[in-house]
């Protein structure tokens, strides 16, 4: 391959710590070829970075960072003079940072954008059904800034503004979503891609790399790209890889790929250079 397109939380690090073995098959596939780390985070890959540099993931085992998060501004810019009502933690403020961002209650919203929930260690996405009942009342549209239902935040799983965006769609209103598995951020990946390698580089010579089968699988897949999936992610319990000294059991990971919508070329318990 002459680019990797790499998934960040569950394969470099789980919230908490990052994985060496990941960065370093990182910095060793750089030797000869592009490395852009691809994250539903609701942030700006700006924000992620110094957070990436806090868990000790060298700058040197990749050439840029898309999120999510990136492309939700893009909408905003473009959507300059809405208001906007912001459903989502403090913390994913920086969204908004250099914005001329109008906030407003959802009564005077003309969008919504979604980052998470609030207190994502305690709630659902049952919390909310009463804010997002008013949001349907007015027929407001969401900017969901992160796809995933759930992320694994130290071995735990965190729902996340995928899990609000689903029930919204459930109760019949519209979602826009920025992040995998969508043709959009792919199609923004391969324009990073060729920048960094001074080209532009066929689809067929990428690889994707991600722990997730219903985003990062699914999306890279739908995109036309190969897919590596990292089994000790965010389905380690799923696939018998919770307990740290479990092994990786090939003929259960194939059993459980044959009932998914989605399939990767091939599998590895954690991102390592072999």
Not at 78 to 86: D, S
Not at 137 to 147: H, Q
Not at 236 to 240: F, K, N, P, Q
Not at 266 to 272: I, N, S
């Given at each position: 391959?002459?680019?990797?397109l790499?998934?960040?939380?569950g394969?470099i ?10 960065a370093?098959a990182?910095?060793r596939?750089?030797e000869r070829g ?6 539903n985070?609701p942030r700006?890959?700006?924000?992620v ?11 040197g ?6 999120t999510?998060g990136?492309?939700a501004?893009?909408?905003l810019v ?9 459903l989502?933690?403090e913390r994913?403020r ?6 001329a961002?109008r906030?407003?209650p ?5 969008i919504?954008?979604?980052t998470g929930?609030v207190?994502d260690?305690?709630e659902t ?6 804010r997002?009942?008013?949001?349907r ?11 995933d239902?759930v992320?694994e935040?130290?071995?735990q799983l ?8 689903a029930?919204?769609?459930?109760m019949g ?17 391969l324009e ?16 994707a790399?991600g ?10 897949t739908?995109f ?11 389905h ?5 890889l919770?307990?740290?000294?479990a092994?990786l059991?090939?003929a259960?990971?194939?059993r459980w790929?044959a009932?998914?919508?989605a399939?990767p070329i ?7 250079w072999?």
């Open positions: 391959y002459d680019a990797v790499c998934d960040v939380w394969v690090h789980n919230g908490v710590e990052a994985h060496r073995a990941a370093d990182l910095l596939f750089r592009v490395v852009i780390l691809v994250s985070a700006p890959g700006a924000v970075l110094p957070h990436l540099d806090s868990l000790g993931v060298p700058r085992a990749y050439d840029g960072i898309l999510s990136d492309l501004r893009q909408i473009e959507g300059a003079g809405q208001a906007v009502h912001h989502g933690p994913d920086p969204l908004f940072e250099g914005l961002t906030f407003a959802i009564e005077a919203a003309d919504v954008i979604c929930l207190d260690e305690r996405a049952e919390d909310y059904r009463g997002l009942e008013a949001m009342a007015r027929d407001l549209p969401m900017v969901c800034a992160n796809p239902i992320v935040r130290g071995g965190i729902p996340c503004a995928g899990a609000l965006a029930l919204y769609e459930e209103g519209s979602v826009l979503y920025t992040g995998k598995p969508h043709r959009p951020i792919y199609q923004a990946a990073r891609v060729s920048a960094a390698a001074g080209r532009p580089v066929d689809p067929a010579r990428i690889l790399v722990d997730a089968i219903r985003t990062d699988i699914a999306g890279a739908a036309g790209l190969d897919a590596l999936l990292i089994a000790r992610g965010i380690a319990e799923e696939l018998g919770a307990s740290p000294a092994r059991d090939p259960q990971i194939e790929l009932t998914q919508g399939r091939g599998f590895m318990d954690k991102l390592k072999e």
